[in-house]
């Protein structure tokens, strides 16, 4: 194991002993350990899970048993979502789900059903987005983000409490490293992080709690191992991790409380 620090912020860089060989497998290995990172599947914690099937353009859903954590395919699943889907998210209140659709450069909406786990789409949806590729919705539940993976730039939303619907932030999309690929959102909704997949770091960005826009932190964007696909954050906020596709590992940061990256 081995470290890195800099003068001007508190950073401290060291690769994992773990070198997985598939790029989905360390995606999913590190978004069922850690919610967070790029997400074709989601389980929801009232007992359903849905699953972004991008060669046939929905969203299969189904309902986890308790005991036994079986899948069961729903009454009305798939759903039709737009092309190519790749991510799909939940809200934290377990109400709406939100899938990016790469190919249909849009994100669908819907409510969940919270006896049955369907899905019906929130007037609006889908709504307008650049090569829409990962999602994170900030646990307070105020904003999503999205990864516009051609234009290199994060778009930001405003989410509608009562509805889901989606409304773009002002300054939106935000610069980001080149090909975003994954985005996580500390657990205090005060941070995101960008894994740019093509140029080997991690953008670090404030969250505007009044209005959701990304303002990048000083130093950003922090060096990661080579072609990093995920990101995510431990539940404790101390820790952000990414998945690293062409060195076959995982780069761990330690996250300053207070102003994230910085000393």
């Avoid at 009562?162 to 657990?187: K, R």
Wanted: zero cysteines; hydrophobic letters at 40%.
């Amino acid at each position: 194991m081995s470290s890195r620090t800099t003068s001007r912020r508190r950073l401290i860089l060291f690769p994992i002993r773990f070198r997985p060989r598939k790029k989905l497998l360390l995606s999913l290995l590190l978004m069922v350990a850690l919610p967070g990172a790029w997400t074709p599947l989601w389980a929801h914690d009232k007992g359903f899970a849905y699953v972004a099937n991008a060669g046939s353009g929905n969203v299969s859903t189904y309902t986890i048993d308790e005991r036994t954590g079986a899948l069961t395919q729903i009454a009305g699943s798939p759903f039709v979502t737009g092309q190519n889907p790749i991510s799909v998210v939940v809200s934290t209140n377990g109400k709406f789900a939100y899938v990016t659709n790469l190919f249909s450069n849009t994100v669908s909406a819907y409510t969940i059903d919270a006896e049955t786990g369907s899905l019906t789409p929130v007037n609006g949806s889908p709504f307008a987005a650049d090569t829409p590729y990962s999602m994170a919705l900030s646990p307070n539940g105020r904003f999503a983000f999205v990864t516009d993976y051609d234009s290199t730039t994060v778009s930001a939303f405003t989410i509608n409490a009562e509805t889901g619907a989606l409304t773009p932030v002002a300054g939106s999309p935000f610069a980001t490293a080149y090909q975003p690929a994954s985005i996580a959102v500390t657990p205090n909704s005060k941070f995101a992080y960008v894994a740019g997949d093509l140029s080997d770091s991690i953008s670090a960005y404030a969250i505007d709690a009044a209005t959701g826009a990304l303002t990048p932190l000083a130093g950003s964007p922090f060096p990661s191992a080579t072609d990093p696909i995920a990101v995510t954050v431990s539940p404790n906020g101390r820790f952000a991790y990414a998945a690293n596709y062409v060195s076959h590992d995982v780069s761990a940061f330690n996250i300053d409380a207070e102003t994230s990256w910085e000393t």
